[in-house]
C-alpha cells in the first residue's frame, strides 16, 4: 500500500470515498513521498526491540514504514474522519494500534506503561505545524521513558529547536528542547512532498532524549523565569525579569551580579548554564 500512497490520484480516491476533506484548523498536510518516509523511520529508532509512537497519523504513509521496523506502533490521531481511512490503508500492518485521542490530553505514561511493556519506546511522527510547540513541550514535560523523539516539522521551526542556547535563533522551546535532550537537524524535507503542499520548507530533527538532567535549585521556577524573560526578549534581561515576573530591580541585579552576567545583557544572549546560575541566584 506504501507505494500508491504516495501517488496523489489513489489518495484522492480514498479520501473521496471516505468523504475526507482537508482541515486547516488541523494543521493538515499528509506526508506522501514514499521516499522520505523510510529515512524518518531509520532515523527515529523504527527497529526490533523498539515501539513507536506516532502523533498525527495523516494517510498513514509513515506509519506503514515504522510498522515494517519496529515491533508495535501506536498512532495517536485526533480527526475522527481519518479513523476509518486509517483502518484501511494501515490493513497489512498488524503490529499496529491506531488512538483517537487528543495528545495533548492523553496519559502519555499510561499508553507506554499499557502498550510497550518490555520494549524501549521512541516518537516518530509528522507534527502538525500550529502545534508543534504545545506538543513537543508536553513530550519533554512529561518525562516520558523514551529514548528519542524524531520529528518532522517546519524548516524555521526545526532551526529555532536545534540553536544554540544563547545565541539570537533561540527561544524558551530552545532552551527546553536543549535542558531535556540534544537535538540537531538531520535533513530538508521540501514543500512538495506533501498534501496539499504547504508554503514553507520542513526539516526533520532528532531529539535524544538526556538520561541526566541539568541541576537548577527549582526546575519550576527556572522555567517560568525563562518563559518570562523571552516574552521581553529584546529588552535587557534585568528589565526583562523585572517585566515579566515582577521582581524588585535591586534583587534582579544582585542576582544577575552574583551569576557573573553582564547587566547590559539580553535575554537571548544568555547560555544554558548563565540561566541556571541565574535562576538559582533569583530562587535563593
Do not use: W
Not at 534583587?251 to 535575554?267: D, F, H, K, Q, Y
Request: include cysteine.
Amino acid at each position: 500500500m506504501t507505494q500508491s500512497l504516495s501517488n496523489p490520484t489513489v489518495i484522492k480516491e480514498i479520501l473521496s470515498r471516505h468523504g475526507f476533506t482537508f482541515s486547516k484548523k488541523l494543521g493538515q498536510n499528509f506526508l506522501i513521498d514514499s521516499t522520505v518516509c523510510p529515512r524518518i523511520a531509520e532515523a527515529g529508532n523504527a527497529r526490533e526491540g523498539y515501539g513507536i509512537i506516532e502523533i498525527g497519523a495523516g494517510m498513514g504513509v509513515l506509519t506503514v514504514e515504522l510498522s515494517k521496523r519496529a515491533d508495535k506502533v501506536v498512532a495517536i490521531e485526533v480527526d475522527h474522519r481519518l479513523i476509518e481511512v486509517l483502518h484501511e490503508t494501515l490493513a497489512d500492518c498488524h503490529n499496529v494500534k491506531v488512538v483517537e485521542a487528543d495528545v495533548l490530553k492523553l496519559d502519555l505514561n499510561k499508553l507506554i506503561e499499557n502498550e510497550f511493556p518490555g520494549l524501549k519506546v521512541a516518537v516518530c511522527s509528522n507534527l502538525p505545524y500550529y502545534i508543534t510547540s504545545p506538543i513537543l513541550m508536553k513530550l519533554f514535560e512529561s518525562r516520558l521513558p523514551i529514548e528519542s523523539i524524531t520529528a518532522l516539522v517546519q524548516k524555521e521551526a526545526g532551526v529555532r529547536l536545534c540553536a544554540p542556547v544563547g545565541t539570537r535563533e533561540a527561544g524558551a522551546v530552545t532552551v527546553a528542547a536543549s535542558y531535556y535532550s540534544e537535538g540537531k537537524i538531520l535533513f530538508p524535507v521540501s514543500r512538495g512532498c506533501f498534501m496539499p503542499s504547504p508554503n514553507v520548507d520542513s526539516c526533520v530533527v532528532k531529539f535524544d532524549m538526556r538520561k541526566t538532567l541539568p541541576e537548577v535549585k527549582s526546575e519550576d521556577f527556572f522555567f517560568k523565569m525563562v518563559r518570562g524573560m523571552f516574552t521581553q526578549r529584546r529588552k535587557t534581561t534585568v528589565n526583562a525579569i523585572c517585566g515579566s515576573l515582577g521582581m524588585d530591580k535591586a534583587a534582579v541585579t544582585e542576582a544577575m551580579t552574583e551569576a557573573g552576567i553582564a547587566l547590559n545583557s539580553r535575554p537571548e544572549q544568555l547560555k544554558m548554564d548563565e540561566l541556571i546560575a541565574l535562576s538559582d541566584a533569583l530562587y535563593r
